[in-house]
C-alpha cells in the first residue's frame, strides 16, 4: 500500500517568513495530492491540492510542487501570519476514473508562526 | 467542511458501552469516508461506503467496529464493547461520483470530527 513521510515535524518561523513542508510518497499510481490544515479540536480543512498532471499550483500565498519521478510534493507558504499557525497534513491517493479517494495521510506538520 | 456535518462531537462511554457515530455527507455526495486519529498521530483511513453498499473496509479492525450508509439517512459507525484505546476522534469525509477515464472530481471534504472518549 502507499506510504507517505512528512517532514519536518515541527516548524517554528517568524511572521512573514516562509514556510516549506515536504512529502514523499511510495506508490507510483497516486495522482492526487491534497494538503489539509487542521487546527485544534476542529476537523482537517482543504487548502490546496494538486494532480499529477501538473508540477505546480498557486492559491495566494500559497503554493505546492509536485515531482512525480522522485514521488515527492511540497507545500510553499509565503508571508507567514499568526494565524497560520495549526497542524498541516499531506496526504496521497488514486483518485479518479473508476478509482476512489482513499487518501494515506502524512504524521502532520506543527507550524507555529511567531508574531 | 462545515457541509459535512457530524454528530455528536463529543462523547463519554464507559468500557463495554456501544458508540453510534452519525455522517451526513456534503450536499451532492455520495461517497462517504470514515478516519481514525489517535492522540498526536495522523488520519488513518477506516472505510469507504456508497449508499448501501461497503466499497473498502480495509482499514476497519476486524471486531467490534460496523459502519453502514443506507438509502435514507446518515452514515452510522457502530463500535460495540469499546475499550480506552477506542478513544480518538473520528472523522467522517465525503465527495462526489467521480468521473470515468479522467482525473476529476474526489476533491474530499472533512467533517469536524466526533471526539470518543472511554473512560
Known amino acids: 500500500g502507499e506510504n507517505v513521510e512528512q517532514h519536518p515535524s515541527t516548524l517554528s518561523v517568524q511572521e512573514g517568513d516562509s514556510a516549506v513542508i515536504k512529502c514523499t510518497y511510495s506508490?507510483?499510481?497516486?495522482?492526487?495530492f491534497p494538503w489539509y490544515k487542521q487546527e485544534l479540536g476542529k476537523g482537517p480543512q482543504l487548502i490546496i491540492d494538486?494532480?499529477?498532471?501538473?508540477g505546480e499550483k498557486k492559491d495566494q500565498r500559497i503554493a505546492v510542487t509536485l515531482n512525480k519521478t522522485a514521488k515527492h510534493f511540497s507545500l510553499h507558504i509565503t508571508e507567514t501570519q499568526p494565524e497560520d499557525s495549526a497542524v498541516y497534513f499531506c496526504?496521497?491517493?488514486?483518485?479518479?476514473?473508476?478509482?476512489?479517494?482513499?487518501?494515506?495521510f502524512g504524521q502532520g506538520t506543527i507550524l507555529t508562526v511567531h508574531p | 467542511n462545515a457541509g459535512v456535518m457530524q454528530n455528536p462531537r463529543h462523547l463519554v462511554r464507559r468500557r463495554g458501552q456501544e458508540a453510534r457515530l452519525r455522517c451526513s455527507p456534503m450536499?451532492?455526495?455520495?461517497?462517504v469516508y470514515w478516519y481514525r486519529q489517535l492522540p498526536e498521530e495522523g488520519l488513518k483511513f477506516m472505510v469507504y461506503?456508497?449508499?448501501?453498499?461497503?466499497?473498502?473496509e480495509s482499514g476497519m479492525p476486524k471486531e467490534r467496529f460496523s459502519a453502514e450508509f443506507p438509502k435514507e439517512g446518515p452514515s452510522i459507525l457502530r463500535i460495540q464493547q469499546v475499550v480506552r484505546g477506542d478513544s480518538a476522534a473520528y472523522f467522517c469525509?465525503?465527495?462526489?461520483?467521480?468521473?470515468?477515464?479522467?482525473?476529476?472530481?474526489?476533491?474530499?471534504?472533512f467533517g469536524e470530527g466526533s471526539w470518543l472518549t472511554v473512560v
Open positions: 469525509a465525503s465527495s462526489r461520483e467521480s468521473g470515468t477515464g479522467r482525473i476529476s472530481g474526489n476533491t474530499i471534504y
Open positions: 506508490d507510483s499510481a497516486s495522482n492526487y
Open positions: 494538486i494532480r499529477s498532471n501538473v
Open positions: 496526504a496521497a491517493s488514486e483518485a479518479g476514473g473508476t478509482s476512489y479517494g482513499k487518501l494515506t
Open positions: 450536499k451532492g455526495h455520495s461517497h
Open positions: 461506503l456508497q449508499k448501501e453498499n461497503i466499497i473498502d
